[in-house]
């Protein structure tokens, strides 16, 4: 199955337009929440005990600010729009920040609105032949199952998957955006979850059980690869 037609010369300048936009975007957030939070930057730097509840009281004073949370927001968000950058970082970072409640929102909405931009960015211009060559099987597995979205969905629920390729998946089968969105929201609330608590328990200094968080979400992040790899067999067959 032909997954896509010949890209164009333009088609390559505006994915690449939209990934330096994309990183001038992440280098703008991060400057102006270092603007922000300049004075715990300064006393992370000469970080000792006696600084510690100084340290914490000043972060939260900043944390529920409209602005800064916008920041955030936008910044998770170009964060998992652009390929390659390390979203789980900051998702853990978010985690440490806000706590498990508030960062798991964060971070839900914003992988949601990062992978939201990205489908439809995919629905316009495509997805070079060089990434469609690399792992195109991942879009060819989702858009040959019986049930479509349950690909999408468990796709963004994997984080070995790369979620441009489910993106690009989801571009081409042309399901109604709220079946899409849907997809992502499920999907991404094991991702979003693990990082706020694993960011949480590690704030709190919870290392055994931050250690069991992470086991039993890897153990179910694999039932879900091997549903997925079950739905593959069986639509196989059924070609």
């Given at each position: ?65 409209p ?59 495509g ?33 070995i ?30 991702t ?36 997925w ?11």
């Amino acid at each position: 199955m032909k997954l896509e037609k010949p890209e164009t010369k333009k088609q390559r300048l505006i994915r690449l337009a939209f990934v330096l936009l994309g990183i001038l975007i992440i280098v703008g957030l991060l400057y102006a929440l270092s603007k922000d939070f300049q004075q715990d930057i300064d006393n992370l730097v000469k970080y000792n005990d006696g600084l510690q509840k100084q340290f914490w009281a000043q972060i939260r004073q900043h944390q529920t600010a409209p602005v800064t949370l916008l920041i955030v927001f936008a910044l998770v968000a170009t964060l998992a729009a652009v390929p390659g950058f390390p979203i789980s970082v900051a998702c853990i970072l978010i985690g440490v920040i806000y706590g498990r409640y508030w960062g798991f929102a964060i971070n839900l909405v914003g992988i949601v609105c990062g992978n939201l931009v990205t489908y439809t960015i995919l629905r316009k211009v495509g997805i070079s032949k060089a990434a469609q060559h690399h792992d195109g099987r991942v879009v060819r597995n989702i858009m040959k199952m019986k049930y479509p979205v349950v690909g999408l969905t468990i796709g963004y629920a994997v984080p070995i998957v790369p979620t441009i390729f489910v993106n690009f998946a989801a571009s081409k089968l042309h399901q109604p955006l709220r079946d899409v969105i849907i997809a992502m929201a499920i999907g991404s609330v094991p991702t979003a979850l693990l990082y706020a608590m694993g960011g949480d328990f590690l704030n709190r200094g919870d290392y055994k059980i931050a250690l069991i968080t992470v086991l039993a979400v890897g153990v179910l992040f694999l039932l879900v690869w091997q549903l997925w790899k079950r739905e593959e067999t069986h639509t196989e067959k059924e070609v």
